[in-house]
């Protein structure tokens, strides 16, 4: 049985670390992503049955705003009922009303997920270089099969990853 170089085994371990903190960033920002969203509405429910959010103190807040391109609506309670509510000091300053923005969660529109999706796709597009070079590198078919067949996922999860972050094209 042939030896395997022992630079051989380190590039492609360095090449999955690399991918494993990939994938740990990943799931920490959508983590965080998630627990923001979670923590501006607070108290407030929403039915998407009637696209309308419910606060604490019983009051709407009803879609005033949309934008489709950015995958965002703005609902707003009424101000009368706001300025008026108990609970205000603790829930908002606005004299217009309590406002809730809801994004689109599947798309990546905002600056801190585009981000962490860049260094994600960074640290992949490394351990993928690693990966060739060490292909061009390495004598024998086993090896080079077993780079290829770690390469090939690593290849594909990119292609996914990255799609989030190109322009979303209308169709006419």
Same mark, same amino acid.
């Given at each position: 049985?042939?030896?395997?170089?022992?630079?051989?085994?380190?590039?492609?371990?360095?090449?999955?670390?690399?991918?494993?903190?990939?994938?740990? @960033?990943?799931?920490? #920002?959508?983590?965080?992503?998630?627990?923001?969203?979670?923590?501006?509405?607070?108290?407030?429910?929403?039915?998407?049955?009637?696209?309308?959010?419910?606060?604490?103190?019983?009051?709407?807040?009803?879609?005033?705003?949309?934008?489709? #391109?950015?995958?965002?609506?703005?609902?707003?309670?009424?101000?009368?009922?706001?300025?008026?509510?108990?609970?205000?000091?603790?829930?908002?300053?606005?004299?217009?009303?309590?406002?809730?923005?809801?994004?689109? #969660?599947?798309?990546?529109?905002?600056?801190?997920?585009?981000?962490?999706?860049?260094?994600?796709?960074?640290?992949?597009?490394? #351990?993928?270089?690693? @990966?060739?070079?060490?292909?061009?590198?390495?004598?024998?078919?086993?090896?080079?099969?077993?780079?290829?067949?770690?390469?090939?996922?690593?290849?594909?999860?990119?292609?996914?990853?990255?799609?989030?972050?190109?322009?979303?094209?209308?169709?006419?």
């Amino acid at each position: 049985m042939p030896r395997v170089p022992l630079e051989f085994i380190l590039m492609l371990g360095y090449a999955i670390s690399l991918a494993s903190i990939a994938l740990l @960033l990943e799931l920490a #920002a959508r983590h965080a992503h998630r627990r923001s969203l979670s923590i501006s509405t607070v108290g407030f429910t929403y039915h998407p049955d009637r696209d309308i959010w419910r606060c604490p103190e019983e009051q709407h807040l009803v879609p005033v705003f949309a934008d489709t #391109a950015k995958g965002t609506v703005v609902y707003r309670a009424p101000a009368s009922a706001c300025n008026a509510c108990r609970s205000k000091p603790g829930c908002t300053d606005s004299d217009k009303g309590r406002e809730i923005e809801r994004k689109n #969660a599947s798309g990546l529109q905002f600056g801190m997920q585009r981000f962490h999706r860049a260094m994600s796709l960074t640290l992949l597009v490394l #351990a993928n270089l690693i @990966l060739i070079v060490e292909i061009f590198r390495t004598n024998g078919l086993y090896p080079r099969l077993l780079l290829a067949a770690v390469l090939v996922p690593f290849c594909l999860i990119i292609r996914h990853l990255s799609a989030d972050l190109l322009p979303k094209t209308q169709a006419s």
